[in-house]
T-cell receptor
Framework: NAGVTQTPKFQVLKTGQSMTLQCAQDMNHNSMYWYRQDPGMGLRLIYYSASEGTTDKGEVPNGYNVSRLNKREFSLRLESAAPSQTSVYFC????????????FGEGSRLTVL | GEDVEQSLFLSVREGDSSVINCTYT??????LYWYKQEPGAGLQLLTY?????DMKQDQRLTVLLNKKDKHLSLRIADTQTGDSAIYFC?????????????FGKGTTLSVSS
């Protein structure tokens, strides 16, 4: 029962470098999400994909791009990392129906120097 | 815009009751949720309440919903040290496609023995 798997779990970048956070779910869920968690700010939605082939901006999309590669995978890309993007990133998925429960990965801790 | 507000900290003694409060803004939310985050982990759904209910009880957990005041509370009876975690209130904004949740900033519950 893998659920939602995120890689890498930890990453240190220098300002201006690029990287991609990978996320995969094995629950056949339609919807996938990327959130960031910062102290005192709670979780903020970056991007989401309501279904395969669609993506939409959330509350804090600037500086990020996403790709819904297929139904299982949803990646988050930082093209030119900035110290303000230092955060813990969570991927989540849901069936998109019913109660709407979100299932979260364990998080990816990113530090931008 | 949508906003979900919570107090940031709560400290209780083991065996006492804990009450975590939340106010939300979107009166069209079908469900309101409480998620729990243990240290170093992602969020997990703790409980939820359908918007046409005033109260939901689930073992040690009681959720109260006051739609008139847009107030949601989570009561944990006989609080244990294992309940120490961050608790997030969440809703799905009605003006958003899909089922992306908007979270409050989280209440850190500290339980002392």
């Amino acid at each position: 029962n893998a659920g939602v798997t995120q890689t890498p779990k930890f990453q240190v970048l220098k300002t201006g470098q690029s990287m991609t956070l990978q996320c995969a779910q094995d629950m056949n869920h339609n919807s996938m999400y990327w959130y960031r968690q910062d102290p005192g700010m709670g979780l903020r939605l970056i991007y989401y994909s309501a279904s395969e082939g669609t993506t939409d901006k959330g509350e804090v999309p600037n500086g990020y791009n996403v790709s819904r590669l297929n139904k299982r995978e949803f990646s988050l890309r930082l093209e030119s990392a900035a110290p303000s993007q230092t955060s813990v990133y969570f991927c989540a998925s849901s069936s998109g129906t019913g109660v709407g429960e979100l299932f979260f990965g364990e998080g990816s801790r990113l530090t931008v120097l | 815009g949508e906003d979900v507000e919570q107090s940031l900290f709560l400290s209780v003694r083991e065996g006492d009751s804990s009450v975590i409060n939340c106010t939300y803004t979107d009166s069209s939310s079908t469900y309101l949720y409480w998620y729990k985050q243990e240290p170093g982990a992602g969020l997990q759904l703790l409980t939820y309440i359908f918007s046409n209910m005033d109260m939901k009880q689930d073992q040690r957990l009681t959720v109260l919903l006051n739609k008139k005041d847009k107030h949601l509370s989570l009561r944990i009876a006989d609080t244990q040290t294992g309940d120490s975690a961050i608790y997030f209130c969440a809703e799905i904004p009605s003006n958003q496609a899909g089922t992306a949740l908007i979270f409050g900033k989280g209440t850190t519950l500290s339980v002392s023995s």
